[in-house]
């Protein structure tokens, strides 16, 4: 078992509850949370096996166990897993700060961090699959994509390769499909780095913001939702997530019958460059109650 401090890169405090609970992403296959126990299980390819983690939270660490023997090597990748899964190299701090008085959002430190997937790969696929489509629909094409992955989601190569008919056939994608093996085929030849999109500084993240939202809107299926959904994992916080679920909640919050999105994003633009983080926080309170904040 790999035992990590619940911190963040500021020395901000993590709240595991809040943090697996933060989307709907993560109940995904080929994770599983126990919402009773407060587990998140999640299989991920490891070298030539699928091997399944197990994060739960114990005096303010992060425990991390993995399924059967582990070589250092194992370890080291599992370990550079979780900390891209719970975004622990993120600095949420001076949001913090900006927060601690504020009677909308002073509940939400140690909140506010999206579990993200092992690859921005990963990710862009699992958003577009949300795209236009019920969740059962999501949960079905996402679904097919691990049982075709052997248990973990596929990489690239292995949709790059994948005949086309069997995104129309057996995950039933519809017009996602081609989008899908188009953006695969892209990153196995090298063509699309999408992992080299995650900032590695503050300093860059504040740089590349605007660059990578173009990227994201220039990728096949990717429009304003779904890139502004694939950033706030990346940890670009800016642009808010306006969909047909995220509107009404603002709606009925507010006690208002009708906001234009540009209403919305105004009510959020004194968060600055959070001010995406800070709506998300403000319609998703309500998911769970009295939630522990360590374990």
């Not at 690239?156 to 994608?173: C, G, I, S, Y």
């Amino acid at each position: 078992m790999m035992k990590i401090p619940l911190v963040g890169a500021g020395g901000e405090p993590i709240s595991f509850v809040r943090t697996i609970f933060s989307h709907g992403l993560p109940f995904l296959s080929p994770g599983h949370i126990d919402e009773a126990q407060y587990v998140y299980d999640l299989s991920v390819r490891i070298g030539e096996r699928v091997r399944r983690l197990r994060f739960t939270s114990n005096d303010g660490e992060l425990q991390v166990e993995i399924d059967g023997r582990a070589s250092k090597a194992d370890l080291r990748e599992a370990l550079r897993i979780t900390r891209r899964v719970f975004r622990l190299d993120q600095n949420l701090a001076p949001f913090y700060a900006m927060i601690a008085n504020d009677p909308r959002l002073s509940w939400a430190i140690g909140a506010g961090r999206l579990i993200a997937s092992p690859t921005v790969f990963e990710d862009v696929i699992k958003t577009i699959c949300t795209t236009n489509t019920t969740w059962a629909g999501t949960r079905r094409m996402i679904g097919a994509l691990v049982e075709l992955g052997g248990g973990a989601f596929p990489d690239a190569e292995l949709l790059a390769k994948t005949p086309q008919r069997w995104f129309a056939d057996v995950a039933r994608m519809g017009y996602r499909g081609p989008y899908v093996k188009a953006i695969a085929k892209d990153v196995h030849a090298g063509r699309l780095d999408l992992e080299a999109m995650l900032p590695s500084t503050e300093r860059e993240e504040e740089a590349k913001e605007e660059a990578v939202e173009a990227a994201l809107r220039a990728l096949p299926g990717v429009g304003p939702y779904a890139a502004a959904h694939i950033m706030q994992l990346l940890g670009f916080h800016h642009q808010l997530v306006l969909d047909s679920a995220t509107r009404p909640k603002y709606l009925e919050i507010t006690g208002k019958k009708r906001a234009a999105d540009k209403t919305i994003v105004r009510d959020f633009k004194r968060y600055g460059p959070y001010a995406g983080l800070a709506f998300w926080l403000f319609i998703t309170r309500d998911w769970i109650e009295d939630v522990p904040f360590e374990r």
